[in-house]
């Protein structure tokens, strides 16, 4: 009897765990086949952050998350490497999509916003993400924003400010009211010229979807 007790409670313990684990992930994950969103993106506008030529042929629009670990690993292995390329192919678009579950997304969204009302919205935006580790855990990481407003050369005094203002709130819940209203369901999510697509796992694969796209507008 003992024995079939313990067999029971290893083998419900275990398939708890699973369940954990695989909820966990799926908080993160990237875009899989069947979670496309059922619209388009919203145009893009002034108010967007844009890398790149007006008159690109590929519009690259990605809603992330400061604070998601897959959003990071994206940053590192698909959009700097399109950032640093000498390319007049893409254009990116970054907008705001700060996930409930994390705590320091807002925070990293506003700092952002905050230095880009004094230009350096992607010298912040490069900041947070390459020194992730450093504030994704803290209670409240305003004085680490502070120090990167710093290094950038920014006025801090106003960036303090600007932190607090309600436009700059506004302004982040716009970008995610837009991805609802789009149908995102998970960060980060790209979107290739208006149409979504299954996030690819090595950077050659997104490159190639990105030259599809160019070959495409071309004819």
Same mark, same amino acid.
């Given at each position: ?6 067999? $029971? ?26 979670? @496309? ?26 809603? @992330?998350? $400061? ?12 959009? =700097? ?28 969204? %506003?700092? @952002? ?6 230009? =350096? ?7 947070? $993400? ?27 005094? %106003?960036? =303090?400010?600007?932190?607090?203002? %309600? ?22 999510? $790209?979107?290739?010229?208006? =149409? ?10 997104? %490159? ?12």
């Amino acid at each position: 009897m003992n024995i079939k007790r313990t067999v $029971f409670w290893i083998t419900f313990l275990g398939i708890l765990a699973l369940i954990i684990w695989g909820l966990a992930v799926a908080m993160n994950r990237p875009l899989n086949v069947g979670d @496309s969103p059922a619209g388009s993106p919203a145009p893009v506008s002034d108010t967007d952050h844009v890398q790149g030529p007006v008159n690109a042929p590929v519009t690259l629009i990605e809603y @992330s998350d $400061f604070q998601c670990p897959a959003c990071e690993n994206y940053y590192y292995f698909v959009v =700097k490497l399109l950032q640093d390329e000498p390319s007049t192919t893409v254009r990116f678009v970054y907008r705001h999509y700060p996930l409930p579950q994390h705590a320091n997304a807002i925070p990293a969204a %506003k700092a @952002s916003e905050a230095a880009g009302l004094q230009g =350096k919205f992607w010298g912040m935006f490069d900041l947070i $993400f390459k020194n992730h580790a450093d504030w994704t855990e803290l209670a409240d990481p305003t004085s680490v924003f502070v120090g990167y407003a710093t290094t950038l050369g920014l006025d801090v005094v %106003k960036f =303090k400010t600007d932190l607090k203002s %309600k436009d700059l709130v506004a302004r982040i819940a716009a970008y995610s009211d837009s991805g609802q209203t789009t149908g995102i369901n998970a960060t980060p999510t $790209f979107f290739i010229n208006g =149409k979504p697509i299954t996030n690819p796992q090595a950077y050659a694969d997104f %490159k190639k979807l990105i030259d599809q796209a160019a070959s495409a507008s071309s004819y």
